[in-house]
């Protein structure tokens, strides 16, 4: 791999962990198909997994292999993401959604728009009206949307700060990233989509003031809207766990 930069923090174990991780992409992958891992990981229902092409894309546009990660995105999106916006995966979050818009973003800032836009322009804009849809559903009550938190708890949908706060990221990305490549396409307009993002997050913003203890030295700061058990610590449940790492 010819990394730019070079792989050299000065901090041998660093740059091995950096080595081997971009390593891993090319020996998990298969061609341009994405794996999630080996093993149990690497069984065909975990492929859709979002975070797999995010880290991935994120990690090597990163270290200027720019071309791959523009051949892995493209693909991803023209395989995987529905004509109606969703993911074909079975637990996908909403926070996914905003971070796949966000890693377009970051990609045609790193890399540019060569090899890769023009193909997942339609695609991504699928998801961004899929989004936007579920913000006008939500405006009828408090604003925020209702969604998968995680994979693993998919069955447990709500209205979660980490969801709504990537949606609304997701989308300010998107408009700015569709301004710089000349409008978005038969879609809603940049101006439009930003306006939505700019309120999504002070919904979500004020939702957090609603539900988060006044004493800024409490530990507990609940995921989400609806009223959920205070855990003794953040490793005593599920949802503590959770919220601790991933939320």
Known sequence: LETVPEVNT?????????????AFIDATFQGDYPKYGVKRY???????????????????????????????FRYWV??????DGTIRYRGTSLAELGQ??????????????????????????????????????SEKTDGLLAGVPEDDQRHKIGKYFHNNAWVARGLRRWADLCERQGGSRGTTQPPAVRRVSEALAADTLGAIETCWPADSSDWWLPPQVEALERPESLTSTTEASYTNHRY
């Open 100 to 137: 796949l818009l966000h890693t377009a973003a970051l990609l045609e800032e790193r890399a540019g728009p060569d090899g890769w836009w023009e193909d997942s322009r339609a695609g991504l804009g699928r998801i961004a009206e899929s989004l936007l849809a579920l913000r006008r559903d």
């Open 78 to 83: 023209l395989h995987f993401v529905r004509d």
């Open 42 to 72: 690497g069984e065909s229902d975990a492929d859709g997994f979002p975070p797999t092409i995010i880290a991935a894309v994120d990690a090597l546009s990163s270290w200027g292999l720019a071309a791959r990660a523009a051949q892995l």
């Open 10 to 22: 000065g901090h041998p174990f660093l740059d091995l962990s950096v080595k081997t991780g971009l």
